[in-house]
């Protein structure tokens, strides 16, 4: 049973209890996990804790959450290095967390800046639709379709910063950004700030303001690396 008294909230705590059942239990991907009824009687916390956990793991691709069929582990928790906040990155062997974040507040501050110079209505209009969507897909918690709206949301705005080079690194690299943009929902109870900074970069590009929409992605690209347990070098 979980220590409630303890630090740390309890559906991060559940969340770390299920990572050690699964690698503890030898589960693989594809795996059934036990019901829901079962888990949260085995760990000792309500429904609603070990449905915000399953929901914190399935957008980091950890598990799959199938209605009236179960919990399927989708990949194995890492061992040892390449966390960010405690939770597995995928890429630990190519680069870590930290260094994604790092070179995406660089490349997407400029991209940000040099878009609002040519963004025209349409272009507007299809990032406004890509906002609305995500605050749906986010108060409905399903944070998986939200980081793929996000990624969408940010490749719009390096496409149309113009730089060949810039876009070519994102593509090469697509899934270790994608996972960048999952990391930040681990904490569903913050997901609702991207989509608020998403506002408001989309209303500094509406107004073809340029520094102060290099800066507000520079600042959301920093708050997400935070919401992962991330803090940028001073």
């Known amino acids: 049973m979980l220590d409630t008294q303890g630090r740390g909230a309890v559906p991060e705590q559940a969340l770390h209890a299920i990572q050690k059942l699964i690698r503890d239990g030898g589960y693989r991907p594809g795996d059934v996990l036990p019901s829901q009824r079962d888990l949260a009687e085995r760990l000792g916390v309500s429904r609603a804790s070990l449905r915000e956990a399953l929901s914190s793991l399935s957008a980091l691709g950890m598990v799959s959450v199938q209605p009236g069929k179960g919990v399927y582990v989708?990949?194995?928790?890492?061992?040892?290095?390449?966390?960010?906040?405690?939770?597995?990155?995928?890429?630990?062997?190519?680069?870590?967390?930290?260094?994604?974040?790092?070179?995406?507040?660089?490349?997407?501050?400029?991209?940000?800046?040099?878009?609002?110079?040519?963004?025209?209505?349409l272009d507007i209009d299809e990032l406004g639709?890509?906002?609305?969507?995500?605050?749906?897909?986010?108060?409905?918690?399903?944070?998986?379709?939200?980081?793929?709206?996000?990624?969408?949301?940010?490749?719009?705005?390096?496409?149309?910063?113009?730089?060949?080079?810039?876009?070519?690194?994102?593509?090469a690299s697509e899934a270790v950004f994608l996972e960048s943009q999952k990391l930040p929902f681990i904490r569903p109870e913050r997901a609702m700030e991207t989509w608020q900074e998403h506002r408001k970069i989309l209303r500094h590009l509406a107004r073809h303001a340029n520094d102060p929409a290099r800066k507000a992605m520079q600042e959301h690209i920093r708050n997400a690396a935070s919401r992962t347990g991330i803090v940028f070098p001073t």
């Not at 960010?84 to 997407?108: C, H, I, K, M, N």
């Not at 749906?136 to 969408?152: N, S, T, V, Y």
Request: charged share 20%; no cysteine; hydrophobic share 45%.
């Open 74 to 121: 989708q990949s194995a928790p890492g061992n040892g290095g390449g966390k960010a906040a405690g939770f597995s990155w995928p890429f630990a062997e190519q680069v870590s967390a930290s260094d994604t974040f790092q070179l995406r507040y660089v490349l997407e501050g400029f991209a940000a800046g040099m878009a609002a110079s040519v963004l025209t209505a």
């Open 129 to 171: 639709d890509n906002v609305e969507a995500m605050r749906l897909e986010l108060r409905a918690q399903h944070f998986e379709a939200a980081a793929r709206l996000d990624f969408e949301f940010h490749r719009r705005i390096l496409q149309a910063s113009g730089n060949l080079a810039i876009q070519h690194i994102i593509t």
